[in-house]
């Protein structure tokens, strides 16, 4: 039995995860997996429960249960996710540094602030899992995901990340081209929410290529969603796609009257509506075959199959390929080899080996290797902070503000956390 401890097992991520554990199941051959779940609202790890149940029709080996303690979860797991919002202790630390003139965007400074205000929660879980569960591997979801898989490591716990951007960029290609997702391959190379797209096969067939050639096509969809307007327009610039198909920072677009938000809106409702047919018809949550993954009646759809994919590879030993956040090690050529980065990763057992990619051209991802030494400084700082530290971090991208504003804001952010 592998088992998996969700602490903040009330997330409406679950659905799309137990369905990407499904989905693998069914492809792949079925595997004994126990979802360990917690939450400080139990009411709601349970409805997870009753969705597990009814997908468990399909997929026996599927098995999930709440705990009363996070201890109780964490003890003897194989593998560990947090879905925590810490959003109190964010705006805390945003008012005081927005009371001093020093509020600063992403990515930069405002991964720094975020990094800071989930330190606390990490070092009490990294404590937890040297106790009831040291060998297991703790997977980031809170962001910064590669921020907090350093830090994790740094205090003695297994840890890598993942984020939602790549799978995303991979289901919205394969709907603009009409093909299944595994027909999108994606070499790309960066930092959480900052990465850029190497090379890319359509169906094995030069993927910049058909993109340029469609590009007018994809833009007049009914479906085009109007966050990959910006992706679009770097496209051009550069001749690459970012990795991430919403993140731009640090470019920046012209208004654009004619992007239509309307039709995405409700997204929170439309999960929590589909949940609750599920729960009436006793059937798990679908979606219509081939259509736009924004418009999925689960969150983060391509993301839970991953997942899925990622816990098969690791209980079973069979190897995987996902996209995930690990110690570089030389598969970044051109960054530094403590530095974390996001790359395809072969996944097998408890081992995870980054694919080598070469170098990214310094000549548009520049700002992404310095964020990688940023990110890597943030991690260090969480560990033994210091103030010449964090503001050595924040001297890695002097542009974002003034330096008047990056010493407001060393110094009001490490008060806070020193306290």
């Not at 659905?15 to 069914?26: A, E, L, R, V, W």
């Not at 919403?246 to 589909?274: I, Q």
């Amino acid at each position: 039995m592998f088992k998996v401890a969700y602490i903040g097992g009330g997330s409406m991520f679950l659905p799309s995860i137990i369905n990407g554990i499904s989905d693998t199941m069914k492809k792949k051959g079925a595997l004994d997996v126990c979802l360990s779940l917690y939450d400080i609202h139990r009411d709601r790890a349970e409805r997870m429960c009753r969705y597990a149940d009814i997908v468990r029709n399909e997929c026996p080996t599927l098995k999930a249960g709440t705990t009363a303690t996070r201890e109780e979860a964490l003890e003897n797991a194989d593998l560990v996710f947090v879905s925590v919002a810490l959003y109190d202790r964010l705006r805390e630390i945003n008012q005081a540094l927005s009371a001093v003139n020093a509020n600063m965007p992403e990515p930069g400074p405002g991964d720094v602030a975020e990094a800071v205000a989930v330190a606390p929660f990490y070092k009490d879980l990294a404590k937890d899992m040297k106790q009831y569960c040291p060998s297991a591997t703790h997977i980031s979801l809170v962001n910064p995901t590669d921020v907090i898989a350093l830090f994790m490591n740094m205090m003695g716990v297994k840890a890598v990340g993942i984020c939602v951007e790549v799978e995303g960029l991979r289901g919205a290609l394969a709907y603009y081209f009409r093909v299944p997702e595994e027909a999108i391959e994606i070499i790309h190379a960066g930092v959480n929410h900052n990465g850029w797209t190497l090379d890319l096969k359509i169906n094995g067939q030069d993927g910049y290529k058909l993109l340029h050639e469609k590009l007018p096509e994809i833009e007049k969809d009914i479906d085009f969603h109007p966050g990959n307007y910006g992706i679009m327009r770097i496209f051009e610039l550069t001749g690459h796609l970012l990795s991430s198909g919403y993140h731009t920072p640090p470019f920046y677009f012209e208004p654009k009257n004619n992007l239509d938000w309307s039709r995405w809106e409700g997204k929170r409702e439309s999960y929590e509506k589909a949940l609750e047919s599920a729960f009436q018809t006793k059937k798990p949550i679908t979606d219509r075959p081939m259509g736009h993954p924004e418009h999925s009646l689960v969150n983060y759809p391509g993301t839970g199959k991953a997942i899925g994919r990622l816990i098969r590879a690791m209980a079973t030993g069979e190897k995987d390929l996902v996209s995930l956040q690990v110690i570089n090690n030389g598969a970044v050529s051109n960054f530094p080899d403590n530095s974390c980065v996001e790359v395809p990763t072969f996944v097998k057992g408890k081992g995870f080996t980054p694919q080598n990619v070469g170098e990214l051209p310094e000549w548009f991802g520049g700002i992404t290797r310095q964020l990688a030494i940023q990110r890597r400084m943030m991690a260090e700082y969480l560990v033994n902070p210091s103030l010449d530290l964090l503001k050595r971090s924040l001297s890695a991208l002097p542009i974002l503000a003034s330096v008047e504003k990056h010493l407001r804001f060393a110094e009001t952010l490490h008060n806070i956390y020193s306290e």
